[in-house]
């Protein structure tokens, strides 16, 4: 059984959760259980089915290899036609008949193969690189965009060891999940990164999934719990870090900003991993209820900083208000206001999980911003929401954190949903010394 929260720790159990498996077996029956346990009923904006859901289920795997590719009584694809039908469309940089494939979008969607992009920068010792497989100007708009849209490698150049961070929009996790993974493992870790920056398969390292709606099909309820009816195992999210992967990640949940800033300050000193003579690295996901400015240390040039970001007066402000790019069957550069149309989406279908907001520009080689990606869900009248770092550093989490909160007030100022929880993802967390 589930433990509850202590008295300190958000109320509802709508997320994040953590689930720390070896491989996907244990780990599909742990998110299934703890979807059915504690998902909401939400109905889809697409094709008006019933789910239960819940916010930021991340799946972190410590030996993909270790188990079969599929979990056990699946429901989903058979390994057979996953390996000789879905395989490919990872790898093919065609989409044929289909409004999109994950292998176009990683090597041609933007011009050019991002996982090649990715693969120079950590051969020349990046420690991270992420492609990014949103396209704003297109899939705001489009009835059909890619589920995955953030690739995140991180490399451990003293183990020769690569892993993989992939954040995923929406996730059907009885039925879709484990085959993206699949994918993700056997063609964007191993195939394109890991045997080329260390001349070994056995350099791919860790998966970890972010599924900001990780949801079922109440059509798929019944099927699911006769697949699971004998399952007595399943993963813990609080089993022993494992210091060969990656340092974390660690879940903290709490109400108030500064009980998440204690909190973390032990989290780092206790599990944070040294990468260099002057940097400590820990992959962090906290959970932040509450936020105002009373909060921070510095509010006037934090709040100056998230306002210009906002109206669009900084390099990040401007791709967030003004980003170019071109649609998919289309030569012609537009332009879009990504946080006028969040705020549209807000105000017409709020039930969404299409409402994203991504910095970065893939046409034009732009992956040099953070956040990576923010998404957000109206429920229970707030605005959930989802943000990805990458390699942020301690002391600006109070800015991180204002930036976030800023853009939630913008994108639901006039509507009836109000500013809610925050789930921080920093992968990873930074501190130097």
Same mark, same amino acid.
């Given at each position: ?10 109320? *509802? ?32 904006? *697409? ?57 176009? !979008? ?24 992420? !492609? ?14 890619? !589920? ?47 045997? *080329? ?8 390292? #860790?998966? #970890? ?18 697949? /699971? ?25 709490? #109400? ?35 936020? *105002? ?15 210009? /970001? ?120 930074? #501190?130097?010394?």
């Amino acid at each position: 059984m589930l433990s509850d929260f202590s008295q300190s720790e958000p109320r *509802d159990f709508f997320g994040p959760y953590l689930i720390r498996s070896r491989n996907i077996n244990l780990a599909w029956r742990t998110y299934i259980n703890t979807i059915l346990k504690r998902g909401i009923p939400v109905i889809t904006e *697409d094709k008006r089915q019933s789910t239960k859901e819940t916010f930021c289920s991340t799946v972190h795997l410590t030996d993909y290899e270790s188990g079969e590719k599929l979990p056990s009584n699946y429901i989903g694809l058979s390994t057979d036609v996953v390996m000789e039908q879905y395989i490919p469309q990872y790898i093919s940089d065609s989409r044929g008949t289909h409004t999109y494939t994950y292998g176009w !979008c990683m090597r041609k969607r933007f011009g050019h193969d991002q996982s090649r992009f990715a693969l120079e920068e950590l051969k020349h010792g990046a420690t991270s690189a992420f !492609c990014q497989f949103w396209n704003p100007v297109e899939d705001l708009y489009s009835p059909n965009p890619p !589920c995955i849209n953030i690739v995140l490698y991180y490399a451990d150049h003293q183990n020769e060891k690569v892993h993989i961070i992939v954040f995923i929009r929406s996730n059907d996790m009885g039925r879709a999940h484990s085959e993206d993974l699949v994918g993700i493992n056997e063609i964007f870790l191993k195939h394109d990164v890991a045997m *080329d920056l260390f001349g070994s398969k056995h350099s791919a390292g #860790t998966l #970890t999934s972010i599924s900001c709606s990780a949801h079922v099909y109440d059509t798929a309820v019944e099927t699911i719990e006769k697949a /699971t009816k004998f399952s007595i195992s399943l993963a813990s999210s609080a089993q022993k870090i494992n210091e060969f992967t990656i340092p974390g990640p660690v879940l903290l949940r709490n #109400t108030h900003y500064h009980s998440i800033m204690a909190e973390l300050e032990h989290k780092l000193e206790k599990y944070s991993t040294k990468v260099s003579e002057k940097k400590k690295h820990l992959f962090v996901i906290f959970r932040l209820e509450d936020f *105002d400015e009373t909060d921070g240390e510095n509010s006037t040039a934090l709040k100056r900083f998230a306002e210009d /970001t906002v109206n669009g007066k900084n390099h990040l402000g401007k791709n967030l208000r003004r980003f170019e790019g071109k649609p998919d069957n289309k030569d012609e550069w537009i332009s879009i206001d990504q946080l006028a149309h969040v705020k549209k989406k807000i105000e017409k279908k709020p039930e969404s999980r299409r409402i994203i907001i991504t910095p970065n520009n893939p046409f034009k080689k732009d992956f040099s911003l953070n956040p990576l990606i923010v998404q957000i869900l109206p429920r229970f009248g707030k605005a959930y929401t989802a943000a990805l770092f990458r390699e942020y550093d301690f002391k600006d989490i109070e800015k991180a954190v204002y930036l976030i909160r800023k853009i939630q007030e913008k994108v639901v100022a006039g509507t009836q949903i109000r500013p809610g929880p925050i789930a921080m993802y920093l992968f990873p967390l930074v #501190t130097k010394f």
